[in-house]
């Protein structure tokens, strides 16, 4: 009897050791991707803001090619495919 309780100590501390490694890990990975999410956010918005004072540096040749509604609609696409990738 000696020996199968050792084996039944031993297996709990496995599933211990299984479990405490899992929760770990799931920790580590929502901080990952929290800061990943955080990284991108400021990237996208940096992305906007440059392209929001390009449009306002344009001329006015260059601002009857495009309207503004079609600048806006440039700006949310790349910061969208910036943010997808």
Do not use: C, P
């Not at 799931?26 to 955080?38: I, K, T």
């Amino acid at each position: 009897e000696s020996g199968v309780v050792e084996n039944q100590t031993s297996a709990l501390w496995f599933v211990l050791g299984l479990f405490l490694s899992e929760v770990v890990k799931s920790l580590f990975l929502h901080q990952y991707f929290h800061r990943v999410y955080l990284v991108s956010i400021h990237l996208r918005s940096g992305v906007v803001s440059l392209i929001y004072d390009k449009a306002l540096k344009l001329s006015n040749e260059a601002r009857q090619t495009s309207t503004v509604g079609e600048i806006v609609n440039l700006m949310s696409i790349d910061a969208q495919r910036l943010m997808d990738m």
